[in-house]
């Protein structure tokens, strides 16, 4: 897990982060309210998703396709006028939205919070930082434990829970006046059993069974050697694009579900 840096303060971020469209001479405005960024997500909820779509972030009545990120940083935009987890970061015409901008950008601007913090902020991040050149999962947590979030192709644009998930780190982002819950938020754990891709290589049994169920399956893990290395996690994700799932790359319980059910898989994992 990325590690987390000393902790902002919620005035600290609101007050010395401008938006990143600013220029020189123009009139201050007050910090947007991370409510705003929840209460426009919301209104979103039931819309489609699509891998990789593309949303324009000036246009303020789009209403999906959506991919993670690109709902994250919409949203973001519309509420705030502040762009933020995309590249460029100044063109809200060609901005394109991704988890590893989401790291980079906050890593960069110390907007960095632990996750046990984050489920307790409206409007706040959450974060499954993508591997080098794989895709990620981001959220909007609600601060009472749940999210708002562009999930899946099969799910689309949903209200969720935090808990029972892995995330990696929470993100307050730049230029926004966040609250944080006066009662404290707690979420379940995530489960101890996900295969996914970390360093070192996870290897052993389980990993290959699942490489034998996902060359069943006519995917390519490559070798079936028990190590979770890069093909391993690509077939992971593409069964999980071709089942509706939430594409992390990672064999989760809700893949793990999908994939017992599928011949052949179910008493081998």
Same mark, same amino acid.
């Given at each position: 897990?990325?590690?987390?840096? @000393?902790?902002?303060? *919620? ?13 020189? =001479?123009?009139p201050? @405005? ?7 960024? *929840? +209460?426009?997500?919301?209104?979103h ?5 699509? *891998? $990789? ?13 959506w991919?993670?990120? #690109? ?12 762009l ?16 590893g901008?989401?790291?980079?950008q906050?890593?960069?601007?110390? +907007? ?12 706040a ?9 794989r ?6 947590? &609600?601060?009472? %434990? %749940?999210t708002?979030?562009a999930?899946?192709?099969?799910? =689309? ?8 998930r ?12 966040y609250?944080?819950s ?9 489960p101890? &059993?996900i295969l996914?891709?970390? #360093? ?10 699942? @490489?034998q ?8 893990? $490559?070798?079936?050697d028990?190590?979770?290395g890069?093909?391993? #996690?690509?077939?992971v ?5 071709s089942q509706g799932?939430?594409?992390d %790359?990672?064999? $989760?319980?809700? +893949?793990?579900?999908a994939?017992k059910?599928?011949?052949?898989? =179910?008493?081998?994992?």
């Open positions: 897990m990325p590690e987390t840096p @000393q902790l902002p303060s *919620l005035s600290a971020i609101a007050a010395s982060r401008s938006p990143s469209h600013a220029f020189a =001479g123009a201050v @405005q007050p910090p947007a309210v991370a409510d705003a960024i *929840l +209460t426009l997500a919301r209104t909820i039931g819309e489609t998703y699509v *891998l $990789g779509a593309r949303a324009p972030m000036c246009n303020k009545d789009w209403h999906g396709p991919d993670c990120a #690109e709902f994250c940083s919409w949203c973001l935009y519309q509420a705030s006028d502040i933020f987890g995309v590249e460029p970061r100044h063109d809200p015409m060609r901005a394109d939205a991704y988890t901008y989401w790291a980079a906050a890593r960069a601007a110390g +907007t960095i919070v632990p996750i046990d913090r984050a489920v307790g902020i409206a409007g991040f959450l974060l499954r930082e993508p591997q080098s050149g895709v990620g999962h981001i959220a909007i947590s &609600d601060g009472a %434990g %749940g708002v979030e999930h899946s192709s099969k799910l =689309g644009v949903i209200a969720s829970q935090a808990g029972g892995r995330w990696d780190y929470g993100i307050l982002a730049p230029g926004i006046r609250f944080a006066a009662s404290p938020v707690t979420v379940a754990p995530p101890t &059993d996914r891709l970390t #360093e070192p290589m996870l290897r052993g049994d389980e990993v290959r069974r699942l @490489q169920c996902l060359a069943d399956l006519g995917l390519q893990p $490559g070798s079936i028990g190590v979770f890069p093909q391993t #996690e690509a077939a994700a593409a069964f999980q694009a799932l939430l594409v %790359g990672e064999f $989760g319980p809700a +893949t793990r579900k994939m059910a599928m011949k052949g898989c =179910g008493k081998r994992l």
